[in-house]
């Protein structure tokens, strides 16, 4: 099946800092890569959509200058999370696209990216 | 109203009984159904698909969707502690990005 990687699995930084985080599609072209955000007993919460070679686009309330997201080649896309506060801790997830699976709506799911902001 | 709603849980359950979970939602545009599985610290993989109403099964697994009722089911027999997680239901409307909406997902722990 599609494999979808994340790395840093855990990051703990201080406020005000800039934290990147990495999402690659490990046996598959990804041409569309989602960004979510989950809190604890929460949904998972879609932050944006990544196209390959185009801007991302936001959902609403999302702010694109605090989290930049690059999706430079088909299986990597990045999102920065600009100078972390406190209350941008959470579980990041990213999921990727596989148009060859035969399901449209199938993403496959990254491991998360817990992420601490002191 | 949220679009699907899903009891948070925890349920708990001994070890192989039969798992009820369930979801509503309010937009009679979704098509699609499907059913994740989310292991504690994990990302979340794809358990069940089921397109428009009717039954689909998959070894212990049971997905049932009642479009007029605008309700799905998940059902799993013979319930395992590693089938211990958190199931989030997703649907989506055809056509356009496909991107589903999710339900906030149920706690489930089979305890032995």
């Known amino acids: 099946g599609a494999v979808v990687s994340q790395h840093p699995s855990r990051v703990i930084c201080k406020s005000g800092t800039s934290v990147k985080i990495e999402c690659r599609s490990l046996d598959f072209q990804a041409t569309t890569m989602f960004w979510y955000r989950q809190f604890p007993k929460k949904s998972l919460m879609l932050m944006a959509t990544?196209?390959?070679?185009?801007?991302?686009?936001?959902e609403q309330g999302v702010e694109k200058d605090k989290f930049l997201i690059n999706h430079a080649s088909l299986t990597l896309s990045t999102l920065t999370v600009t100078s972390a506060h406190p209350e941008d801790s959470s579980f990041y997830i990213c999921?990727?696209?596989?148009?060859?699976?035969?399901?449209?709506?199938?993403?496959?799911f990254g491991p998360g990216t817990r992420l601490t902001v002191l | 109203q949220k679009e699907v709603e899903q009891d948070p849980g925890p349920l708990s359950v001994p070890e192989g009984a039969i798992v009820s979970l369930n979801c509503t939602y309010s937009?009679?545009?979704?098509?699609?159904f499907m059913w994740y599985r989310q292991y504690s610290r994990k990302g979340p993989e794809l358990l069940m698909y089921?397109?428009?109403?009717g039954n689909k099964e998959d070894g212990r697994f049971t997905a049932q969707v009642d479009k007029s009722s605008k309700y799905i089911s998940l059902f799993i027999r013979d319930s395992q502690p590693s089938d211990s997680a958190t199931y989030l239901c997703?649907?989506?409307?055809?056509?356009?990005?496909?991107?589903?909406?999710f339900g906030r997902g149920t706690s489930l722990i089979v305890h032995p």
């Open positions: 937009n009679s545009a979704f098509q699609y």
């Open positions: 999921s990727a696209r596989d148009w060859t699976s035969g399901i449209p709506q199938e993403q496959f």
């Open positions: 089921t397109y428009s109403s």
């Open positions: 997703a649907m989506s409307a055809s056509g356009g990005s496909y991107i589903p909406t």
């Open positions: 990544s196209n390959e070679g185009s801007k991302a686009t936001y």
